[in-house]
């Protein structure tokens, strides 16, 4: 038997053979046409190689890519199970051709395969081509297949488009005929969706380029597109007609019924095909970096799940299942694809939390949507607000809700689902405005309710490609902007990080056909990412194209900063005690700050032993690793959430660094591990190294730790060195002995620092207590100075010292150091029932040209813009007193 991954090896190999390119697969993300959510054919990562925008070093290519049809335009997601040909995730074995061969070569190297390598019987073989095309018309006539089996097509079945936009052309077809005891008649016929003929091969001529306006114009270069399913051919030569009845296929479904114990070819059969053809998507997106979430491309993949999980639910699986068949998986496919070993713990683990989750909530699911039937008249839908509370409490998309549904041959009301979402949709922007959301901001809350929220990439990307949604000008949405305007952009999809969790938001360059913005700042408003730039070239319009570009060295600096700060918040941790909790960071391209919870001040040697530990992680250079679960999984886990941060029901989970067994995670070995959005280094080792400049306080037993990362570490401690040695030679001292001798000249410097204030003091105080200096103003005694050279910091401590010395009476000293005015004013305690220090303060501000002051009846501090009427502010106080 001709097994799966011999085809596509004979595949690739003819063509490497025949002077084509052996390209690996691309990621099902594109990064280069934002119009599509997933990688739908083999030509997507050529795209920009047959527009010319883009060349490469070779004009012959072959593939086998990676495919997933599951949202969108091209969603084959209900029909997944139910028919022997449909997919969400399936292979397309593919050669090109860029500017090189065209038609002639294209015909002949699909035939030349099809009827020697794989020994494809002519006679069972019919050819289409687009109806005008009388040159592939001649061509396969000339190949030798009668002209009654060459149908021409007069419609877009024959005339490929990859999207709505981009390299398109007619096509020509390779179908294969089952015989006649199959139902179906042949292409272009009324039975043509039978299951007789079935379409193998597909050659597109890329003769033209469609544009958004409705233009078609040709290519520069004729160009080769050609793709052939994989599955389709396995089960030709495997002697079926049924993609499932294939080895690869019955591996999976087998590794499904072991795992239920249910009969893989009984009744039961649906669930398990669906099962195996949701585990390929499933985890190829995951591996390719998807992952579930709420919306986007994650929303698409946690349907496919769910979706798989209710069939395993249907089969009686009681415990988890999903996780448990990605080794088969891996066993079959992950030769071709490495990428599927190199993820398999995470596809295993983020499946088993996904269904693990999905189980707490599918009983009580479908405990509700049983009894919403029991009274259901035979015939009626399901109303939609059942559907939608399915949907909003449960976590049940609609298409699962419908699916649920089929089998019992029941509808859903559409109609009534859709506005109860639009109704949801109203209250949340009614509590977001409500919440000081500014009115004029609110238009992003409209662009995200009509084209979705921004989906993020920039996870595994700096450079990617997404179109324009919205382009706001002072507030108001507008179609076109033009050179040196400011302007705030919304796209569908974006590699730029908007500013949240402490991480500065990205910089860089947006471009179109027609122009260029220069981004300075990104923030998120409402669920879309404000790109706020100005247009540099050109003009810019809604509903172009853009490239994306990051700025690399910036957001490289960024993400050292980013997980820089994960790695000093469990230093601190382990060093002062698991009271320390973040209380604030700041992680930008130049610099981190980072603000945790601790009463005191660090020693020396405590910030020393942080900086020692968080370098000593980042030369362990080991890998940082995401996963995604819900908050309380990541809190049972270990995770330490970060302050200021707002969680929804799915979290990222941040963990780096390795122990020995006293750690954090499931294995014990984790370092730090952190519940976070931010984007981070790949392994600790991109850090590079870390030097903390210094402890201070931020506010009542709140610390801040500033720190550099990188290349600005280094500059730093090359700095450091510069002045020692400069120190050294000012000193006349080896530079061993520098730091030694400049801590002795700084004891000595603060030593007659001391000394001087204790001077200072003795003669301000010169005169108090002896009453040469008192006067006695309406029976209270009152003193009164001037003092030019006392820091006004040191004014509190010569009130207290004063009133310690006087049984009764008030105190205001006047300071001029400084070039300011600083006041304070004292009233000991016998008095402050009938005199306030506050109004002696405030008459002497007032004098000085100052506003208020503030204190309590017995003590009140106030300042001035100069000293020059200190006698008149003491004038004012004698009259307060004589009052």
Known sequence: MVGVNDIRSTFL??????????????????????????????????????????????????????????GGKH?????????????????????????????EDAIKF??????????????????????????????????????????????????????????????????????????????????EDGDRFIEIWNIVFMQNEQFADGRLEALEKQSIDTGMGIERVAALLQGSHDN????????????????????????????????????????????????????????VLRRIMRRAMRHAHLLGSVDPLMHRLVPELVRQMGQAYPELGRAQSMIEETLLLEETRFKKTLDKGLKLLDAELEGLPEGKPLDGQTAFK???????????????????????????????????????????????????????????????????LGYDTEVAEGQIVAAVVDGKPVDAVETGASVNIVLNQTPFYAESGGQVGDTGV?????????????????????HIGEVSEGTIAKGDNAELIVDHARRSAIRANHSATHLLHEALRVALGDHVAQRGSLNGDDRLRFDFSHAKALTADELTQVEKDVNAYIRQNTPVET????????????????????????????????????GKGTDGNTYSLELCGGTHVVRTGDIGAFVALGDSASSSGVRRIEALTGQAAQDYLRAQDHLLAEAALALKAPAAEVPARIKALQDERKAMQNEIAELRKQVAMGGAGGGADTETINGIPFLGQVLADVPGKDLRGLIDEHKSRMESGAIVLISGAGGKAAVAAGVTDDLTDGLSAVD??????????????GGRPDMAQAGGPSADNADTALEAVRKILEG
């Open 627 to 662: 996963r995604i679960m819900t908050p309380d999984e990541a809190r049972d886990l270990g995770a330490q959430a970060l302050f200021g941060e707002k969680y929804g029901d799915e979290v990222r989970v941040v963990s780096m660094g390795r122990e020995d067994g006293s």
């Open 244 to 299: 499932y009845d294939t080895d690869l296929f019955k591996a999976l479904i087998e590794a499904s019924a072991h795992g239920t114990s249910v009969d893989p070819y009984g009744d039961q059969n649906v669930h398990h095909r669906v099962i195996a053809d949701h585990l390929r998507s499933t985890s190829f997106l995951i591996a390719d970096g998807v992952l579930p979430s709420n919306e986007g491309r994650g929303y």
């Open 510 to 530: 947006l471009k179109t056909e027609s122009g260029v913005v220069t981004i300075t700042d990104v923030k998120k408003k409402a669920g879309a990412f404000v």
């Open 13 to 70: 190999s003819y063509f490497e053979k025949n002077g084509h390119a052996r390209v690996d697969s691309s990621p099902l993300v594109p990064r280069n046409d934002p119009t599509l959510m997933f990688v739908n054919s083999g030509m997507v990562q050529f795209k920009n190689v047959f527009t010319g925008a883009e060349n490469r070093d070779y004009v012959r290519a072959t593939t086998a890519q990676k495919c997933v049809r599951a």
């Open 840 to 853: 002696l303060v405030i008459a002497a501000a007032e004098a000085l040209g100052g506003k208020g002051g």
């Open 390 to 456: 399915l949907y909003d409490t449960y976590g049940f998309p609609l298409d699962l809700t419908q699916d649920a549904l089929r089998e019992k041959g029941v509808d859903v009301d559409t109609a009534g689902f859709d506005d109860a979402m639009e109704a949801q949709k109203a209250k949340a922007r009614a509590a977001w405005t409500g919440a000081g959301g500014a009115v004029d901001e609110s238009i992003w809350f409209d662009v995200v309710d009509e084209h979705g929220p921004t989906e993020f």
């Open 110 to 191: 699909a035939w030349e395969l099809i009827t020697k390598d794989f020994g494809i019987e002519k006679s069972r073989l019919y050819v289409t081509v687009f109806h005008t095309d009388d040159e592939a018309f001649g061509i396969w006539k000339k190949i030798g297949v009668p002209e009654e089996r060459i149908i021409r097509i007069a419609t877009d079945d024959n005339f490929w488009r990859m999207g709505p936009t981009g390299p398109c052309g007619p096509c020509t077809e390779i179908f294969y005929d089952h015989g006649d005891h199959v139902w179906g008649g042949p292409p272009g016929s009324p039975e």
């Open 75 to 103: 969603n084959d997601l209900d029909n997944v199970g139910y028919t022997a040909r449909h997919h969400t995730f399936f292979e397309m074995l593919g050669n090109f051709s860029f500017g090189d061969y065209f038609k």
